[in-house]
Structure formats: C-alpha cells, structure tokens
C-alpha cells in the first residue's frame, strides 16, 4: 500500500486541480476512477474536502474589510466578529466584576482536575476557551494601553506518582509536569517566577524579552527569555537539557531577591575536580550559558555541561508522551527510572543482574510489562507481591 | 434523502480525529508509523460501513485502531525489547482520553483563523482570497501575479497544512492545556492536584 504521504499529496493535488475552475467531465471521470482504485485513495480525499469545505468559515471575517485585500495575521482578531469577546483596556487591570489573572490560573486547575474525569467532557474544553480569550484580551490590552499591572498570588501545581499534566500559563507558556512534581508559579510584571519544589518538568517559554522566565531549584537560577527545556530535580544536584533556544544557569547570591528565607547562599567554588573523566566541558564559574542540545548537570561543587546529539535528548524527554526511552542503560538504572513513576518498587536482589544493558521503549506506568520482557527476554525471575518484586537471576 | 456514505464518514469519523492520533501516539511506541496506521485504520471502517454502518461509530473507530495494532504486533516474526507495545495498554477507556471537539461556531473560526495565520504568506494570501472574497484561482494569480499553476500548488499545500494544524496531529505532543493520563486503568492519579 502507498503510504499516507503519497496518498496524501495525490488527493490534495486532485482537489487543488478541481478548485481551479477548469476542470472537464474527463478530469472527473479521471478523478473518480483514482477515488475508485483504492479506498486509502478515498478516505484521504474525504479528509482533505473536509477540511477545504471547513475553510469557506472564513468568509465571516473578511466582513467590514475591503474585498481583495488581505490583512496582517492575528488581524482577524478585530474583526467585528470578535468585538463582542474582547476586553475593554480599563476593564482588564481593575474592573472588579473581571476575573483577574489569579482567577485564570485556578479556572486553569479546575479545568485540568475536570479534564481527567470521563464524565466531564464538555466543560473543561468552554473553560479553557475562556481562559485562551482571557489571555489574548490581556495581551491586547497591554499591546494598546501599555503595561498592565497585575500581580497574582504564587499558585502551586503538583502531580501524583505516575501522573503527568500539562499546566498553561497565563503568559502563553506551558509547563508539563512529570511524575511526583511540584511547582509553584508566580507572575509578576517584571519576572516571571517558578520554582521547581520537586520532581521534572519541562518549560516551554513564550517570548517576552521585558519579563525573564525564571525557575528556581534551591540556590540556583534557570533563567531563560523564550525558549524550550527541562529541568530534573535530583538529591544533590538537577539537570538541565535544552531543547530550544538558550538559558543561563546561575547562583542566587542575593537572597533578598529571591523572596525566600535561605541566609548565605555561596557562589559556585571552582570546581575542575567535580568535571570528573567523562564530561568534554566544566564551568568552574557561578553562571553558564547552556545552548540548544546540551545537557547540564548543576550542583554545588559546579556546573557540568555535555552536549548531546538531539536523539538522546530526545529520549530524555519522552516521557511527556508516557514513555521512558532507554539506550544502552544498566538495569540498576532503568529500574530506578520505573520506581519513579509507580508506587509498585521494583528491586534488583541479584548484583549479577544489575549490570545487565537494557535498551527499549516502555510506557512508565506500566511495569508489568517491562517485567514480562525481563523474564522473557533475559531469564530474570520476578516475585512479585502487591507493592513489589524482587527481580532474582 | 439518505446521507451518503461519504459524508456519513466525514461526519462521524473524521471529525475524532484528533482524539484518535493521540491514542495512537499513546499507544504505539513507533511514532512515525501512526500517520500510515491512521490511515489503514480509516480503510478498515470505511470498507465496513459499505456493508453496514456501524451504530456507534466513534468505538467503531477505536476498537478498529486497536485490533489493527494487536494485528500488527502480532504479526511481527521477531519481537525485540524495543518494540514492546504491551496488548493490555490498548484497551484504555476510549473516553478518557480526550473531551470531544464541540465548540462553539465562534471557537472554530478563531481555531481556524489561528491556523490560517501559521501557514506560509504566499499560501495564506492565497487561502484567503479564494475563500474570504471567493476569487477564483485565475482571479487569484492576477491579483498576486504569478502564475495560476503556482495558486494552484498554494491551494495544494494549504490544504494540507491546514488539515495537520486543524486535526492538530502533527508531532506527538499532547496539545497545550490537555491532561495526559498516564495510568489509563486508573484515570483519577493523573490529574494534578494543588496545594
């Protein structure tokens, strides 16, 4: 069977030819004939028609404007059929019957506590809506009237064991939440605040050169003006990898400015021992500049950066789709990696197995699985009780 | 009058599409085979419904994808560990997985002016003179000066683009404000809670 891309593009050329207006009895007999020769050929016009059919919509927004021209993207937002939903200037930074921004984030947990649960179908989806029309209000708002001040309360977003969300912020960025995470945001007008309280999450900036984006981890800063990344908590230290953009790490010297109560916080020592044999890069300094693609592990005694090709980044991050990607790992660490996102621990009580490699993709939750293929696939004997296996050659 | 078959599909099990790509995304670890089972996923149901239409098409759809993975998965010679789509993961609750796309007119446009904004400028002008002012394809090339061939290849590729944007099913990632549920058995862990 031809794949969906050819298929594809002979349908789209079909419909493009037919939209041109010249178009003969023979160009349909020839049309009906490449719809009748396969039914791939079939679904994949009926999808693209439908889509072409949905596009004739528009036609409400070219309403009020001269016809033949053709207006500035994001223009359509002016359109008299969007007048109604927007936001008067004043309306947005006081009027006490607006819902203010601290009430956006809460609709937002609301909407994401709704969204989970089966019966709620409908609901979350109005919700966010509004949220998303809120947001666009604001933002034109400040386009127009200049700067808007508004400063919500800090809100808190965690997961459970297992759990990953997806949390919108007012600004247009997304945070994605791994298992067992916390993070409290805080946005300002001038700073954007988010502290990394436990666990992974991956931070995907929108633009704003006049508000820096800046997370948190203990003493040390992540701070990033538009971009893409993640940031794991570990014991001692967390990683930062890059997939968008650039960040500079650094250490909080000032902890006034931090808002929190910790008294004494050091600059980084130079550490050229903490590099250690396999790292190509130390920065012995207090502040690091990560670029796209590498990877950074942050600690006290300094800053360890490594670049990585995009695929182990990648692997790194598949868990935002409920995945862990493995290459080459030991099983010691792979089941570290599992004990994170179940509350059934897996323990290894052979030292002789711990060592073995294990490569695959396995969804996060599901362990018995990964344990079906230890014992398939290596002869690895599981015991298993409700809350644990002990994993035994 | 009877619907037709074709419209029939477009009604019922086009319209989930967006919900089914993040299934398939979820459930088969292969992400760039899901566009190509998408497809031979619509084949099986639309070759079914000529027979007889299904009364419930939107679990039609889905127990269609998920025979077809346990199909594939089983027809696989070797099974290596890095293809381990486990067969009890794919019977997740299909409602679970995503509310369903009923927004309101108003909602649509902008959903689609939106897309509309993302495509390339040449294909966006052209996308929208011949629908907002409903210039024809030669109206179109004179107005841009250039060649009607060329409108018809932006009309091509805007149709494309658009369907990616509008299914929003390119590339694997949940849409933004969606919850993942991770532990499809027991849908209550994954919300997030506050604190």
Partial sequence: ?393 | MEETLDDWFKREILAHEESLVRYLFRSWSRHQEVYDLRQDIYVRVYEAAIHSRPLAPKSFLFATARHLMTDRIRRRRIVSIDAVEDLDALNVMIDCISPERRTSAHQELRRLAEAIDHVPPKCRETIWLRRVDDLSQKEVAEKLGIAQKTVEKHVMKGMKLLAAALYRNEGGLPPRGEVLIAKDSEAEHGKPQTG
């Fill in chain 1, 1 to 393: 069977m031809e794949n969906h891309k050819q298929v594809e593009d002979k349908a789209a050329a079909w419909l493009a030819r037919r939209d041109s207006g010249i178009w003969s009895e023979v160009d349909q007999a020839h049309l009906t004939r490449w719809l009748e020769e396969s039914i791939a050929h079939r679904v994949a016009f009926l999808r693209l028609e439908a889509v072409w059919d949905e596009t004739r919509r528009v036609k409400a927004l070219g309403a009020g404007r001269a016809p033949g021209t053709v207006p500035a993207p994001g223009e359509w937002r002016h359109a008299p059929f969007f007048e109604s939903g927007r936001q008067p200037y004043g309306a947005a930074v006081a009027g006490a019957s607006t819902p203010s921004p601290a009430d956006d984030v809460r609709a937002i947990e609301q909407s994401l506590q709704a969204a989970s649960s089966p019966s709620a179908e409908f609901k979350p989806r109005a919700r966010r809506w509004r949220l998303i029309a809120m947001a666009a209000s604001l933002l034109l708002a400040v386009g127009i009237g200049g700067y808007v001040a508004f400063s919500p309360a800090p809100d808190h977003f965690s997961t459970p064991i297992g759990g990953i969300a997806s949390v919108p912020l007012q600004d247009g960025s997304n945070i994605t939440l791994n298992t067992a995470s916390k993070v409290r945001v805080d946005l300002s007008p001038n700073e954007r605040r988010i502290e990394l309280q436990q666990g992974e999450a991956f931070f995907e900036v929108a633009k704003d050169p006049k508000r820096p984006f800046i997370v948190r981890i203990g003493n040390k800063r992540v701070i990033a003006v538009g971009t893409k990344f993640s940031i794991r908590r570990g014991e001692h230290n967390f990683r930062v990898a890059v997939t968008e953009g650039k960040v500079r790490v650094e250490t909080v010297a000032d902890s006034a400015a931090s808002g929190d109560t910790r008294n004494g916080v050091r600059a980084l020592p130079q550490a050229s021992d903490a590099a250690g044999a396999e790292s190509p890069r130390n920065s012995g300094l207090g502040e690091a500049f990560l670029t796209s693609g590498s990877i950074a592990s942050v600690g006290d005694d300094g800053i360890v950066i490594e670049e990585q090709p995009r695929g182990e980044l990648e692997d790194d991050l598949s868990w935002r789709q409920g995945y862990l990607t493995f290459h080459d790992k030991t099983l010691a660490s792979v089941v570290a990696e599992f004990n994170r996102y179940n509350t059934h621990k897996i323990a290894i009580q052979d030292p002789r197995i711990a060592a073995i490699r294990i490569s695959g993709t396995f969804r996060a939750v599901n362990y018995k699985a990964f344990i079906r293929v230890l014992n398939d696939g290596f002869s690895i004997q599981a015991k298993s009780t409700e809350d644990t296996t002990i994993l035994t050659e």
